[in-house]
């Protein structure tokens, strides 16, 4: 309905709902306040805004996006390190991912040099199948996989792999023996397959 009955049929308009005088009298002092103050309030939101926006990036912010106070870092701790002697250097400690080094091993063949292979925590196996030795020595007179030199409780040991023609220290057959710095290894007994092992 959009008028209200009155009595006798008369219809009388409707009014619209005005704000009560409590309500009027509360708000007109921040209206007041608003028109008076805008441009500080204005200010002082937007000072807040950046701030709050300042903060957020220096939370947020890495130590890899910053490097120049990565090298103030570094040179303080190169002047700190500049006190130690320079005459004194330490033993470096292995780690287990890289082997350690026992010494080498030089293969001549027919007097003339074939190859220089270092002696490493890993076993060296000497053949001629590829596919089986680390160093490979491709004359009929090597068995497939001939010999093996390796490191064992601090000393450089070689032995012999079950091959055909043998393999012998300083001209003495051997099954396995340590090796001595200079010492000569022979693939067979003909002597044309020469290892000589050095410390």
Request: net charge positive.
């Amino acid at each position: 309905m959009d008028h209200f009955s009155a009595p006798g049929g008369a219809k009388r308009p409707h009014r619209p709902c005005r704000p009560s005088v409590s309500m009027r009298v509360a708000v007109l002092p921040l209206l007041d306040f608003w028109r008076q103050n805008r441009s500080v309030i204005l200010l002082g939101a937007a000072a807040l805004i950046a701030i709050a926006v300042l903060v957020w990036f220096i939370l947020r912010r890495r130590p890899d996006d910053f490097p120049e106070i990565k090298l103030k870092k570094k040179s303080q701790s190169l002047e700190n390190d500049m006190t130690l002697i320079e005459g004194r250097q330490e033993t470096p400690v292995r780690s287990a991912f890289s082997p350690g080094i026992y010494g080498k091993i030089e293969v001549t063949v027919n007097d003339q040099q074939l190859s220089t292979y270092l002696i490493t925590d890993n076993p060296l196996t000497i053949g001629r199948d590829p596919a089986q030795a680390l160093a490979i020595i491709q004359e009929a007179i090597v068995s497939k996989l001939h010999c093996s030199i390796f490191y064992r409780d601090g000393q450089v040991v070689i032995k012999d792999l079950n091959s055909t023609n043998g393999t012998y220290v300083n001209e003495e057959k051997i099954s396995e023996q340590a090796l001595q710095d200079h010492d000569v290894v022979y693939l067979g007994k003909k002597g044309t397959i020469k290892i000589v092992y050095h410390k």
